[in-house]
């Protein structure tokens, strides 16, 4: 077998085959591997977005504009760059696109989308429209929108106000330049995912003072007739009937219930030359099958006869002692049902971040108006989780400080209140946080039970009423920041 399935840890662990997606932004690996390896796809999907536009302008002097849309992505550096273009539509100020968009939607990543719409001149209709300079073309106007606005809206369409570049610094309302609506679609040919646990009994020995160290590859045949590696399970060591931990496998990954898939057991070598001890031949279907007549298939291996291999029918069976077969519902899914993503802060205000009144203190504000690494915790995660909640309003508390006049608290409302803790946006945290570092004095000791246990109660009431919500709840730390400060605000994930 060679080394197809060894890792640098000798290949003893379980692997998913799930496929890697094309990142848009910074995806969060460990938890795009996590969730693939159960077959689900949860924080990701690939979106495909179609546009249509009302009251263009008409830029043409003999008959309407022909307008394309054009789609661009703006990076957290600022850069834009072009990514999709429509086609042209002759003669609408009403145009409904044909051509869609497909993106990856992440989750934990703010991306913004710039839609800019064209005029394309009459002398250029036979020209492909990747191949338009969009200098010469006129600009009917252009506008901007996140994917998670887009995603979390009801019906997932949003209608926008095409303004003109020039327009958009000098008024800040279009000047009738009609409107763009984006309308986004989940693309999914299959959610379903099966749940099997296989086991093989009388597994013949391969080494000669020991048992097998036996674990199954699962492969799937493409049309060429080459087998592809989409699962290996856990190696078990000195067992020659084994029972190994369920293996997840979508549908979609497969192919279909009906594709075939080539199941082959072999004997762990930490060389990497692993010996084939049998394999089969089934589909997730005929799987389905041997687990419903609780039958078990006999391996067979593949033997040189003379010249030709002939497959040689062994007395070693896989038997399929669970098949199940379940629909993973996304995230956005889970946003169409109505849910939220309700978000809660929790401060560190302890005095090992040092006096915020000097320049070494972790909560020092600087006069230029940068912000600390407390504030860029809050402004990153809160820029990704504001989309998901409604009312924008967010519980808000600090610790380990001793307010005015007053004992050590390990956990007070950060807005000063004694009655409510919830502050308005993002930026009302913010100003929550810089009122309270020249309200109470630094502390100790870090201590966070007080914060979840009233994060919990908050939840709890919610839960009560029926309400369909999430709570996340981010508690910033002296050590959080102090990580965070090695890495640049690009390189933050969301775990």
Not at 48 to 66: G, H, P, Y
Not at 277 to 292: N, P, R, T, W, Y
Not at 349 to 374: K, M, V
Request: proline share 3%.
């Amino acid at each position: 077998m060679g080394n197809c399935c060894s890792d640098v840890g000798g290949g003893m662990a379980a692997v998913s085959g799930a496929t890697s997606s094309a990142a848009t932004g910074n995806q969060n690996d460990a938890v795009d591997m996590y969730l693939r390896s159960h077959g689900i796809h949860g924080l990701f999907s690939q979106i495909e977005l179609s546009f249509s536009a009302t009251s263009l302008r008409d830029r043409d002097v003999f008959s309407k504009s022909d307008p394309m849309v054009v789609v661009y992505i703006k990076e957290r550096d600022g850069a834009i760059n072009e990514v999709f273009r429509t086609e042209v539509v002759l003669n609408s100020l009403t145009p409904t696109w044909i051509a869609k968009y497909t993106i990856t939607y992440h989750f934990e990543v703010v991306q913004n989308l710039l839609f800019k719409v064209f005029d394309v001149d009459t002398q250029y209709h036979n020209v492909e429209v990747k191949m338009l300079k969009l200098e010469e073309q006129q600009s009917l106007g252009e506008a901007y929108c996140t994917l998670s606005e887009l995603v979390t809206k009801p019906n997932r369409s949003l209608t926008l106000d095409l303004i003109r570049r020039e327009e958009s610094v000098s008024s800040t309302h279009s000047q009738h330049c009609g409107k763009l609506t984006v309308h986004a679609e989940e693309c999914f040919s299959s959610k379903s995912t099966a749940d099997i646990i296989l086991r093989c009994i009388d597994l013949e020995s391969k080494d000669l003072f020991s048992k097998s160290d036996p674990f199954l590859v699962i492969s799937k045949l493409v049309e060429s007739g080459t087998s592809i590696p989409v699962c290996k399970t856990e190696v078990l060591k000195n067992d020659h009937n084994p029972t190994w931990k369920p293996v997840f496998l979508n549908i979609q990954q497969v192919g279909s219930k009906d594709s075939p898939l080539v199941i082959e057991c072999f004997n762990f070598n930490s060389n990497g030359k692993h010996d084939l001890i049998g394999k089969v031949q089934k589909s997730l279907a005929d799987l389905e099958k041997l687990h419903l007549g609780r039958e078990g298939e006999n391996l067979y291996l593949p033997t040189l006869v003379g010249h030709n291999y002939e497959n040689k029918i062994l007395n070693s069976k896989l038997l399929v002692d669970k098949f199940s077969e379940t629909v993973q519902h996304t995230f956005l899914d889970y946003l169409a049902g109505g849910f939220e993503l309700n978000f809660m802060v929790a401060i560190d205000f302890t005095a090992s971040n040092g006096n915020p009144r000097l320049p070494d203190s972790l909560h020092y504000i600087d006069p230029s108006g940068r912000l600390n690494a407390y504030q860029k915790a809050i402004y990153e995660v809160g820029e990704v989780l504001q989309f998901y909640d409604a009312d924008k309003r967010y519980p808000a508390w600090g610790f380990g400080a001793r307010p005015i006049d007053g004992p050590v608290s390990h956990c007070f409302n950060l807005n000063g209140s004694s009655n409510y803790c919830e502050v308005q946006g993002i930026q009302g945290i913010m100003m929550a946080y810089t009122s309270a570092l020249f309200n109470v004095s630094l502390a100790g000791p870090t201590l966070f039970g007080h914060v979840i246990n009233r994060a919990s109660v908050v939840a709890c009431d919610s839960l009560s009423t029926g309400a369909k919500k999430y709570f996340a709840l981010l508690i910033i730390t002296v050590r959080y920041v102090k990580e965070m400060d090695c890495f640049p605000s690009s390189q933050l994930k969301l775990i």
